[in-house]
């Protein structure tokens, strides 16, 4: 059975500072989603990582793979209010995705 | 854009009531999921469907069913509501199995009492 695992699961941050969300999943896949979820709202996706070494980059996110560890890190940079959400990552089983539990994050002014 | 709306956003059901949370998507996507999200505990597949009158259980399929008459709608029904069921369901949507990102709607807030 596949289980996926993020840490941590709370984050607060101050603004300006950097920080790191790990992902680490129990099975071989070589895809992988991050997704954002704000308070009430539905799941948005922020990147798709097809392949191991895929990094993928927008605005202060920036999210690696690395199949072989089976680990995908989601970076944050420079932090801003705006970020504040709840992140998920998905491994993808083919058929189907596996969430995480979900880091929820908190940017403190 | 795409778009998948769920028929309601906060539903109040009583134990033993049967109860049906619908899911429309509007781009002809084939393959469609329905998940129920738990703090601490991620998303949870229900059922998914490849197609048209197609189902597949997923990891959490007891106490629910699923139907796909049209291609555009998926249906999940709760044959007789229990309080553990009670919380936020999401339906997603994609284009098919060659496509990989999943597409959420709003989610249904459910509660049973």
């Known amino acids: 059975e596949l289980k996926v695992e993020q840490n941590p699961l709370f984050l607060s941050m101050q603004e300006g500072k950097n920080y790191t969300i790990y992902c680490n999943y129990s099975?071989?896949?070589?895809?992988l989603y991050w997704y954002r979820q704000d308070p009430g709202k539905s799941l948005e996706s922020l990147f798709v990582l097809l392949s191991n070494g895929a990094v993928k980059q927008e605005g202060r996110l920036m999210a690696s793979l690395d199949t072989k560890a089976r680990l995908s890190t989601l970076h944050i940079t420079a932090a801003v209010h705006d970020l504040s959400a709840t992140y998920f990552c998905a491994v993808d089983r083919g058929e189907k995705l596996t969430f995480g539990t979900g880091t929820r994050l908190t940017i403190i002014p | 854009d795409v778009k998948v709306t769920q028929s309601s956003r906060y539903l109040v059901k009583r134990t033993g009531e049967k109860v049906f949370l619908e899911c429309v998507q509007d781009?002809?996507?084939?393959?469609m999921f329905w998940y129920r999200q738990d703090p601490g505990l991620g998303l949870r597949l229900i059922y998914f469907?490849?197609?048209?009158?197609?189902?597949e259980k997923g990891d959490i399929p007891e106490g629910y069913s699923v139907s796909r008459e049209k291609k555009e709608r998926f249906s999940l029904i709760l044959e007789s509501a229990s309080t553990n069921q009670t919380s936020m369901y999401l339906c997603?949507?994609?284009?098919?199995?060659?496509?990989?990102?999943?597409?959420f709607g709003p989610g249904t807030r459910l509660t049973v009492t």
């Open positions: 997603a949507s994609r284009l098919d199995r060659g496509r990989y990102e999943q597409y």
């Open positions: 099975t071989t896949s070589d895809r």
């Open positions: 781009m002809d996507h084939e393959n």
């Open positions: 469907s490849y197609d048209v009158k197609m189902k």
